[in-house]
């Protein structure tokens, strides 16, 4: 029969509830049948402490691996997203000012038609003077 036994190595782990070198560990132990929990004798020696501690510091050292993995990514895909919004706001504002210079060369075109258009007015009213006098 197997049963689980809860076998305190320590203080509890801290408030992050992370795993801690005081782990409250379960332990599975194989009894004979019809024996009790308190008659079967449980040893953890130092060497098991050592390698647990040793599995995780691995483990956090994994998981800080994976987190810095993380945020690298996030930062690549950050950096290209502004990027990104940035080339469409240069691509926009070129749009308008292609937009304003249209503009702006159209109004230009309009004055020296009226200045031609006035020009021609004040020649002709001119030539219309000398004929009329």
């Not at 809860?6 to 782990?23: F, N, Q």
């Not at 647990?52 to 810095?68: T, V």
């Not at 503009?103 to 219309?128: D, N």
Request: proline fraction near 5%.
């Amino acid at each position: 029969m197997w049963r689980a036994a809860a076998v305190s190595v320590g203080p509890r782990a801290g408030a992050s509830g992370g795993p801690g070198p005081g782990i409250i560990a379960r332990v599975v132990v194989a009894e004979p049948p019809g024996a009790e929990m308190g008659e079967q004798e449980m040893v953890i020696t130092p060497a098991m402490l050592a390698e647990e501690e040793q599995l995780e510091a691995a483990g956090l050292e994994k998981e800080r691996q994976m987190l810095e993995k993380a945020r690298s990514a996030w930062d690549r895909e950050s950096s290209e997203m502004r990027y990104k919004r940035l080339q469409h706001l240069l691509e926009k504002s070129n749009i308008y000012s292609k937009f304003l210079l249209t503009k702006m060369e159209q109004q230009q075109l309009e004055v020296r038609v009226f200045l031609s258009t006035i020009g021609i007015l004040k020649m002709s009213c001119h030539l219309l003077g000398f004929l009329a006098t």
